[in-house]
């Protein structure tokens, strides 16, 4: 018997469809995409992004597909395959993201979405991780509460990274699954103040991360910011309470262009997040966050 979100609905809509229906001729990259998943919609940005030539396939990574586990054993999207038919799949999010730049070199055809600089480049890189392992997921109790450690090492000289007791963080997708008013609140309060770690560090000067310029860092929050107004809705999440000039960023990052074309329309994102709202989800990510353990 299929699982709830087997059931997925079967394609974009709204501007992400236009998208997909303009990349179906064959290219040398094959770009495996579910049109409803955060982690997807970073890559998808960055093809835009960086105007890689892909060619567009949705797949239900629910299913399981024996063709698709040969590209990628998780079975999870984001998947590329690396020439067309060539049985070369990689996988995971930010490797991809990193994939992509290092494709084709930077240019005004291909823009970066790396800051120049190799300090910039890896100061972007552990901004990245710390969205990834910081904001999005639970994050496994420690003896320090590490996310006030990372990223924001130069800002961090005040002591407040010692003295909490060791916990597991709760971020956004436990703040979805939660079902009890106090672990809400307390996932609230952590995906808050992950946020408010990553603006300490944002530079001033700009609306994005590294100021003018769009980065990855960027990037990498939009697709699960734009996913936030299910939290307003069924959460009690409020923009007010993360400081820091939270607003503002949220802003710019929802205006993006590309986040814009490869967005579906909100009812069917509302549709699927229904399952992780009343934590009825069985994706891998459901498993995990109710089980405590890392993100697939
Ligand atoms: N760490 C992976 C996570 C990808 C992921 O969890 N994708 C989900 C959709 S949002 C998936 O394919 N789930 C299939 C499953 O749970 O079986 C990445 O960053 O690419």
Redesign the pocket.
């Known amino acids: 018997m299929p699982g709830p979100?087997e059931n997925v609905h079967p394609e974009a809509t709204g501007e992400a469809k236009k998208l997909v229906d303009a990349h179906q001729d064959a290219q040398d990259l094959v770009f495996y995409s579910?049109w409803?998943?955060?982690?997807?919609q970073?890559?998808w940005m960055a093809l835009e992004e960086r105007k890689i030539p892909y060619q567009y396939r949705e797949v239900n990574?629910?299913k399981?597909e024996a063709a698709f586990l040969k590209l990628n054993p998780?079975?999870?999207?984001?998947t590329i395959e690396v020439g067309q038919g060539s049985g070369k799949g990689l996988?995971?999010?930010?490797?991809?993201v990193e994939f992509l730049e290092d494709l084709v070199p930077p240019s005004d055809d291909h823009p970066s979405i790396y800051p120049s600089g190799t300090y910039e480049k890896s100061w972007a890189r552990l901004n990245v991780q710390h969205i990834?392992k910081k904001i999005i997921p639970v994050s496994p109790p420690t003896g320090t509460h590490t996310y006030l450690v990372l990223p924001c090492l130069h800002a961090a000289s005040d002591g407040r990274k010692t003295d909490i007791a060791p916990r597991r963080a709760q971020h956004y997708f436990s703040l979805q699954m939660r079902q009890d008013a106090s672990g809400q609140a307390s996932a609230r309060e952590d995906l808050y103040t992950g946020l408010r770690t990553l603006l300490e560090c944002k530079a001033s000067g700009g609306p994005y991360f590294f100021g003018k310029q769009w980065t990855v860092v960027d990037m990498s929050l939009a697709p699960f910011v734009r996913r936030f107004y299910n939290l307003e809705k069924f959460r009690a999440f409020k923009d007010s309470e993360v400081g820091n000039g939270w607003e503002e960023y949220k802003a710019a990052l929802l205006s993006r262009e590309s986040l814009k074309a490869t967005s579906s329309l909100d009812e069917y994102y509302t549709e699927l997040l229904a399952r992780y709202l009343n934590n009825t989800a069985?994706?891998?990510?459901?498993?995990a966050t109710r089980g405590g353990h890392h993100?697939?």
Do not use: H, I, Q
């Open positions: 979100d579910g409803f998943c955060p982690f997807n970073r890559v990574p629910y399981k998780l079975g999870l999207v984001p996988y995971e999010s930010d490797v991809l990834t069985t994706s891998e990510v459901a498993k993100l697939p």
